[in-house]
């Protein structure tokens, strides 16, 4: 499977942005699909998740509220919409997808064998 992430930018505090993450080669099904964080100095960082068959969802403590996972099937991808954007947002954020990752593992980057190119959010004061 080969994933596409984009729809980042540059945006204001308080503004929003809708990342996606679509994929080619194989569909979402039975997948575990994941957004990660990586900015500068710090280490890369859990967003939020889906279980693509189930819809159940999982966010970090840091985006809960602010951000929504989802899915559209029809067009094997996944969004993020990212709300009231804080300039610790500012990251690049990577999709990525597992077909075998376990609940307890779901926070886990190492458990996620393939991954997008990565897009980049800024997020101004």
């Known amino acids: 499977v080969q994933l596409q992430a984009s729809g980042g930018g540059l945006v204001q505090a308080g503004g929003s942005l809708r990342l996606s993450c679509a994929a080619s080669?194989?569909?979402?099904?039975?997948?575990?699909i994941g957004w990660f964080r990586h900015s500068p100095g710090e280490e890369r960082e859990f967003v939020a998740t889906?279980?693509?068959?189930?819809?159940?969802?999982y966010y970090a403590d840091s985006v809960k509220g602010r951000f929504t996972i989802s899915g559209d099937k029809a067009k094997n991808t996944v969004y993020l919409q990212m709300n009231s954007l804080k300039p610790e947002d500012t990251a690049v954020y990577y999709c990525?997808?597992?077909?075998?990752?376990?609940?307890?593992?779901?926070?886990?980057?190492?458990?996620?064998?393939?991954w997008g190119q990565g897009t980049q959010v800024t997020v101004s004061s």
């Open positions: 990525a997808v597992s077909y075998s990752v376990i609940l307890s593992q779901i926070r886990m980057g190492q458990a996620y064998g393939h």
């Open positions: 889906i279980r693509w068959n189930s819809g159940y969802t």
């Open positions: 080669g194989r569909t979402f099904s039975s997948g575990t």
